[in-house]
């Protein structure tokens, strides 16, 4: 069975520094999918960036960016020029690849971001 | 209008009642779950479904159960409710091929 594992239950990082988010899953599959989402206070689930397994260019979406690491089985976020409304919960997620896999998501505990002005 | 939309927002409740949370989406998506979410484990899977006659157990399915009623509408019940399933309930669905899943706001269930 897939594990997530993220080990920082809290985080803090001054407005407008970077800060780097911890996330490494144990699988035995080659093909499959990673995510980051973000829970804000207002407890949506909101999908910050997704990789592809048999990507080996690292995923970016504007100050978001990941470094994936497959044979470490590691997927770090880091968030750029940190912003007010970065603060949030963030659950790093695995997924299974394939046509016949549930779709299901396995979640990591979350690590909550706090952004100071 | 929400494409995944989740009811009610917030519910508290007494144990041994019997609780229906709703879900029902617009995006004409195939694939739905249920997760629970608790402070320190994250979200787990308690049911997802495929269509309407295709019903799933996840990891931690005792003690609720689901009715898909429509490829719309997932509902998620609690039988006799006890105070370790007070949690933060999403609804999730997702489309084809390799689209990432589509979440409801939660709703945050409270047992006394």
């Known amino acids: 069975a897939q594990t997530v594992t993220q080990s920082q239950p809290e985080m803090s990082v001054q407005e407008a520094e970077t800060v780097t988010l911890s996330c490494t899953y144990d699988?035995?599959?080659?093909?499959?999918?990673l995510f980051w989402y973000k829970q804000p206070p207002s407890r949506q689930m909101i999908l910050v960036i997704r990789?592809?397994?048999?990507?080996?260019q690292n995923a970016t979406e504007n100050r978001f960016s990941v470094n994936f690491q497959k044979a470490a089985k590691s997927f770090s976020l880091k968030i750029s020029d940190s912003q007010l409304g970065d603060a949030a919960m963030y659950f790093c997620?695995?997924?299974?690849?394939?046509?016949?896999?549930?779709?299901?998501?396995?979640f990591g505990q979350g690590t909550t971001l706090q952004v100071k002005p | 209008d929400a494409d995944v939309t989740q009811t009610p927002r917030n519910r508290i409740t007494k144990t041994g009642k019997r609780i229906m949370l709703e879900c029902s989406q617009t995006?004409?998506?195939?694939?739905m779950y249920w997760y629970r979410q608790d402070p320190g484990l994250g979200l787990r899977l308690i049911y997802y479904?495929?269509?309407?006659?295709?019903?799933n157990k996840g990891e931690i399915s005792d003690g609720y159960s689901v009715s898909r009623q429509a490829q719309a509408k997932f509902s998620l019940s609690l039988e006799s409710a006890i105070p370790n399933q007070t949690a933060l309930y999403f609804c999730?669905?997702?489309?084809?091929?390799?689209?990432?899943?589509?979440f409801g706001d939660g709703t945050r269930l409270s047992i006394l």
């Open positions: 999730a669905t997702r489309g084809p091929g390799n689209q990432p899943q589509h």
């Open positions: 699988t035995s599959e080659s093909d499959y999918y």
């Open positions: 990789q592809e397994a048999y990507k080996q």
């Open positions: 997620a695995y997924r299974s690849w394939g046509s016949s896999n549930t779709g299901k998501l396995i």
């Open positions: 995006k004409g998506h195939d694939r």
């Open positions: 479904s495929f269509d309407v006659k295709d019903i």
